[in-house]
């Protein structure tokens, strides 16, 4: 892979991280305080909600710095070794729990009684909107589990190649 694209990668992913603590630090709080000041009775869900996405973002934040550190292994020309399946590991399990936390939000979410403001159409948005994220977790897992497949067969096949060269 060009350098170009590792350093653009590189500057990506740590955007996406202080972008991540950012939103750990003062978004999601402030948020949160915000729906508890217009609406009291969303009081009791603020803290166990704001604890679970600030670990949804942290497990975005593990996931990127795994994948960092498998961008430094194709700079080095190091991907095909079993190091690199320790990284993909970390991928899979992050990105797992952060599943695991939608669905806990989206079963919480189906069979709570959250009081409305309006129309009730917050929680139906959440719930659906929670229900995606645990669509594309569970979706990208697997597709990571597959893609951990082909980086065996491919350094299996490497190995096999060196001994024969």
């Not at 709080?29 to 803290?47: G, I, Q």
């Not at 399946?85 to 009684?113: M, Y």
């Not at 594309?136 to 980086?151: E, I, Q």
Request: negative net charge.
């Amino acid at each position: 892979m060009h350098r170009f694209f590792i350093a653009a990668l590189r500057v990506g992913i740590a955007f996406a991280i202080l972008a991540g603590l950012f939103g750990q630090l003062v978004v999601i709080p402030t948020t949160a305080a915000d729906e508890v000041d217009r609406f009291p009775p969303y009081e009791p869900f603020a803290v166990p909600y704001v604890t679970v996405a600030i670990l949804g973002v942290a497990c975005v934040q593990v996931a990127l710095g795994a994948v960092w550190m498998l961008l430094s292994m194709v700079e080095r020309e190091a991907i095909f070794t079993p190091r690199a399946f320790r990284w993909v590991d970390v991928v899979i399990g992050a990105s797992a729990v952060a599943t695991l936390l939608a669905l806990g939000v989206t079963g919480h979410l189906f069979l709570a009684e959250i009081p409305e403001p309006d129309d009730g159409m917050n929680a139906i948005s959440a719930l659906l909107g929670a229900t995606a994220c645990v669509g594309v977790g569970a979706a990208f897992v697997m597709l990571v589990v597959v893609m951990r497949g082909l980086l065996r067969k491919a350094t299996d096949l490497q190995t096999e190649m060196a001994e024969v060269v």
